[in-house]
Nanobody
Framework: QVQLVESGGGLVQPGGSLRLSCAAS????????MGWYRQAPGKQRDLVAT???????DYADSVKGRFTISRDNAANTLTLQMNSLKSEDTAVYYC??????????????WGQGTLVTVSS
C-alpha cells in the first residue's frame, strides 16, 4: 500500500504565494512521473504540472511562469511553488504519482487533496 499526503494549502491574497508539498510513504520502490492536478468547484480535475523522475517538467499554459514543480527522489517528495496567485487558481490540489512498488507492481496513486483559496 502506498499513501500520498499533501500539505501547504490555505488562504492567500491575489498576488501571493503558497508552497504545496506531497510526501509518499508505504511500499514505494521508486516514484516515476509525479504531478499536481486541481479541481475547482463544479469543474473537472485538470492537470497543473508534471515532472518525470529525471526532472523533465511540463506545465498547463495557465500556470506557466508562475508555478514551479520539483521533486526529491531520495525523500520521495514532490513540491509545487505557486507565485502570483490569481482567484482562478482556487481549487483543491491533488498530488499524483506513478509508483513502482516493493512488490514489483505499478500503481497510480492520488493524495487526498489540499484546498487552495485565493481571495482578498
Amino acid at each position: 500500500q502506498v499513501q500520498l499526503v499533501e500539505s501547504g494549502g490555505g488562504l492567500v491574497q491575489p498576488g501571493g504565494s503558497l508552497r504545496l508539498s506531497c510526501a509518499a510513504s508505504g511500499n514505494v520502490f521508486s516514484l516515476r512521473t509525479m504531478g499536481w492536478y486541481r479541481q475547482a468547484p463544479g469543474k473537472q480535475r485538470d492537470l497543473v504540472a508534471t515532472i518525470t523522475r529525471d526532472s523533465t517538467m511540463d506545465y498547463a499554459d495557465s500556470v506557466k511562469g508562475r508555478f514551479t514543480i520539483s521533486r526529491d527522489n531520495a525523500a520521495n517528495t514532490l513540491t509545487l511553488q505557486m507565485n502570483s496567485l490569481k482567484s482562478e487558481d482556487t481549487a483543491v490540489y491533488y498530488c499524483n504519482a506513478l509508483v513502482f512498488t516493493t512488490s514489483r507492481s505499478n500503481l497510480e496513486v492520488w493524495g487526498q487533496g489540499t484546498l487552495v483559496t485565493v481571495s482578498s
